[in-house]
Nanobody, 123 residues
């Protein structure tokens, strides 16, 4: 069982930056690939970024590539998402997720989810 708690969301102007954190409980964090997803009002939850168990492989949605960076610190049981050059269309609730398999872009590959943190980007 893994519990995930996101933090770091907030209100920011377009062009600004935020860093999201996701703290995981337990001593098996390094066994899980981690992902970030987001869900805007009236839209489906979509993939944003993922990172492998060791952190040596990452994947990004085309819409955030070059602006967002995912990283992890297995010693701190934490995964991060650095959001730069934010746009109003990045406004959403951001969720982190943990999956026992290889890093994946698919929601169904993840077994555990956090409660989400709101990111609002004003124009």
């Amino acid at each position: 069982q893994v519990q995930l708690v996101e933090s770091g969301g907030g209100l920011v102007q377009a062009g600004g930056s935020l860093r999201l954190s996701c703290a995981a409980s337990g001593r098996t964090f390094s066994r899980y690939a981690m992902g970030w997803f987001r869900q805007a009002p009236g839209k489906e939850r979509e993939f944003v970024a993922a990172i492998s168990k060791s952190g040596d492989s990452t994947s990004y949605a085309d819409s955030v590539k070059g602006r967002f960076t995912i990283s992890r610190d297995n010693a701190k049981n934490t995964v991060y998402l650095q959001l730069n050059s934010l746009k109003p269309e990045d406004t959403a609730v951001y969720y982190c997720a943990a999956g026992i398999g290889w890093l994946s872009l698919k929601r169904e590959s993840y077994d555990y989810w956090g409660q989400g943190t709101q990111v609002t980007v004003s124009s």
